[in-house]
């Protein structure tokens, strides 16, 4: 097999497995779950969030691996794997953290919510009073709304969305036509809760829940009158959820995505989840239905899909069980009665996610889209929601006679469909919407407003390591920045430029831009420390990032580390790099934050002689990123701004000895050993300091 990166001079092994780091980072997720120093309701949440971070490996990283197995590729993965030894690493991997988060889920988890009058009860253990509800309940709440197919010669196996829950009935008799089925499928629609609470005077305790699933397993007979059920077992299909849309052969690119979204929801069937007392002949049938093997079979023991749990903590009022409330804090420069544009104008305006509020970056677009003198705004959308008032100011904006152009992603991930319905809106109230460029997702985040002050037209402009998207501004860590600098705006101007015209890429002052100058000019700032280590210098470089898999990068990396560069890494998620090899990498940390908060800001520190050169950038340092999106890195020039992100965005992360995990060289993380005499949290350090 060939090299994964045939123009790296370092072998094979010198890179770790993609899947596995992603695997490995949901191990991480599982610890928080596992940690009683958590609030019990959110290690129920954090369960969860393994669930949903799992059902998207699998539909797009286990669904990809899955179709190199079957074209029997010659590629190989990272770390030099054939797809088919990846396969059964990553197999193998996957189906250990779904048994011990099971596990953890049964033994722990929900016994320690009974302590607490917290209760799911089991069919086993139901009152003839709370049998007698739930029956009611299931005949006049349930039953109008689902559909039982028998399967015979005239009901073949249906459709399965991806991700419903579902239930395989066994069955014997003859139906009132004389049918003789052997088997039924029930389809739950996902207009029905797959918890329900009992009164607190049936339950006995103040919370009293049943899942969905006992429910129908109880009752299930009651759909098939006069037959026999033998078995009834839940399951539940994950599909491949990738678009395939070839935007070169493409002329409308919504008309054609508005047409492949509902493929999504039944592409080819990667994974079979089935209750774990599913008998052997069902789940032989069940796996002929979806052309999957036993190697794609999950057996749970529990209900098959957890991420609908997540709604649990928000139906139970019990404070002391969660995360303390937490208020963002706001700037004095952006408080309540400021000219957002005035303070901008006196200096750089910095926001720390979530600490800071998102406040400001809405009232700016607020205040744009109503001030007479603002002219024009333009803006980027990768991510924004489907309820997003930054949306309706744009339209506003629109409707009050301001030239908006708004660069809309289409193929944002699982957001296409609302990204779709806001293009719709923008441009029935007259702004130009566009889509970027073709071949080249458009994931920077970048807003510029123009304004005529003075009888001359000034910009101004945002730059963030986010979407614009207020909810998760409330939980991603991010760096937003507001600056009427003249030299930057210019730069955002011309990125606009690129994006709606045609023409040339022109040189920019400040930003690094990719598809362009991003990777190019991190290679150029990790060569210059190695440079600096070889000649005796001081080098320091300091980046964090939610992933780091660009092999040109990485081989920069080791041989900046070989030269004697100090590298510190505060990567959240997966990173293929090796830290603490002899001779390759031992001057390369690696470190992982998992906490209350999604780390997602991507900072590039370079010590450049003692400049100290501070980036902040939308992107990751992943192929994608580099090589097919447009993004931006932005430089923080304003001295006073460039200690507080070094300080806030780094020194923070790097002090942090209790929610921080080591990489080691083969990497496997282990916690970092916690310091009674001056413990750290970075994130509940900075909610104190930051928050309102």
């Not at 030099?80 to 991997?93: D, H, I, M, W, Y």
């Not at 009901?155 to 036509?177: M, Q, Y």
């Not at 190697?295 to 019990?318: H, I, K, T």
């Amino acid at each position: 097999m060939k090299h994964p990166y045939p123009n790296s001079r370092f072998p094979a092994e010198n890179y770790l497995n993609r899947e596995l780091g992603l695997l490995a980072f949901n191990r991480r997720v599982l610890a928080q779950a596992q940690d009683r120093r958590m609030p019990l309701l959110e290690r129920l949440r954090f369960l969860c969030i393994v669930s949903s971070n799992l059902d998207e490996f699998f539909e797009i990283r286990m669904a990809g691996l899955k179709e190199q197995v079957r074209a029997n590729t010659a590629i190989v993965t990272s770390d030099g794997k054939t797809p088919q030894e990846a396969f059964r690493l990553v197999s193998a991997e996957a189906r250990a953290i779904v048994a011990e988060q099971y596990q953890h889920l049964n033994d722990i988890i929900l016994p320690a919510l009974e302590e607490h009058n917290i209760h799911f009860l089991r069919r086993s253990d139901w009152t003839e009073a709370q049998r007698e509800w739930i029956r009611d309940y299931f005949l006049h709440e349930t039953v109008p709304v689902l559909t039982p197919i028998g399967l015979d010669h005239s009901h073949p196996f249906p459709k399965v969305l991806n991700k419903s829950l579902n239930f395989a009935i066994e069955l014997e008799g003859k139906d009132a036509f004389g049918r003789n089925s052997n088997a039924a499928i029930v389809q739950a629609p996902r207009v029905l809760p797959r918890v329900i609470r009992l009164p607190e005077e049936l339950a006995g305790v103040e919370y009293g829940f049943v899942f969905l699933s006992s429910v129908l397993h109880e009752f299930v007979g009651e759909m098939f009158t006069g037959m026999n059920v033998l078995g009834c077992y839940q399951f539940r299909v994950t599909r491949n959820s990738d678009l395939f849309v070839d935007e070169e052969e493409v002329t409308n690119l919504r008309t054609k995505l508005q047409g492949e979204l509902p493929h999504r929801h039944f592409g080819d069937a990667v994974r079979l989840e089935v209750a774990d007392n599913c008998s052997p002949a069902m789940t032989d049938f069940l796996l002929a239905q979806f052309g999957l093997k036993e190697a794609d079979l999950y057996r749970v023991n529990g209900p098959v899909n957890l991420v609908r749990l997540m709604q649990v903590p928000d139906w139970v009022d019990r404070p002391e069980m969660k995360f303390a409330p937490f208020t963002p804090g706001l700037p004095k420069a952006a408080g309540k009665g400021a000219n957002i544009f005035d303070s901008i104008r006196r200096s750089d305006l910095l926001l720390h996610h979530p600490y800071q509020s998102f406040a400001p970056v809405i009232e700016l677009l607020n205040q744009a889209a109503a001030d007479p003198q603002v002219v024009a705004i333009k803006m980027t959308v990768y991510r924004t929601g489907t309820d997003s008032v930054l949306m309706q100011s744009l339209i506003s904006a629109a409707r009050n006679g301001k030239e908006v152009t708004v660069v809309v992603e289409l193929m944002a991930r699982f957001d296409e469909e609302a990204n779709i319905s806001w293009a719709t809106k923008l441009e029935e109230v007259g702004a130009h919407v566009v889509y970027g460029v073709v071949g080249y997702k458009t994931h920077a985040k970048a807003l510029l407003i123009v304004r005529r002050e003075d009888g001359a037209l000034k910009r101004y402009a945002h730059l963030g390591t986010g979407n614009y998207h207020p909810r998760t501004a409330r939980l991603y860590t991010d760096f937003g920045l507001m600056t009427a600098n003249d030299e930057i705006t210019q730069d955002v101007s011309e990125v606009f430029k690129q994006l709606t015209g045609l023409g040339k890429a022109l040189s920019l002052k400040h930003l690094w831009q990719a598809p362009f100058t991003l990777q190019p000019n991190v290679i150029k700032a990790i060569q210059a420390e190695a440079e600096a280590a070889r000649n005796g210098g001081k080098a320091i470089i300091v980046a964090k990032m939610n992933s780091l898999l660009e092999p040109e990068v990485i081989d920069a990396l080791y041989s900046a580390s070989q030269a004697g560069v100090q590298i510190d890494l505060i990567v959240r998620g997966v990173c293929a790099l090796r830290p603490g090899v002899e001779g390759l990498s031992e001057n390369i940390r690696v470190r992982s934050i998992i906490g209350r908060f999604l780390e997602h800001h991507r900072i590039f520190y370079f010590f450049a002689g003692g400049e100290e050169k501070v980036y902040l950038s939308s992107a990751d340092w992943m192929e994608r990123n580099f090589f097919k999106r447009i993004e931006l890195a932005f430089p923080i020039l304003d001295p006073k701004l460039k200690k507080r992100v070094i300080s806030e965005g780094l020194k923070f992360y790097l002090a942090d000895n209790q929610q921080s995990w080591d990489m080691n060289s083969e990497g496997a993380y282990q916690r970092r050993r916690r310091s009674r005499n001056k413990p750290h949290n970075a994130q509940g350090e900075l909610m104190l300091m930051l928050g309102g």
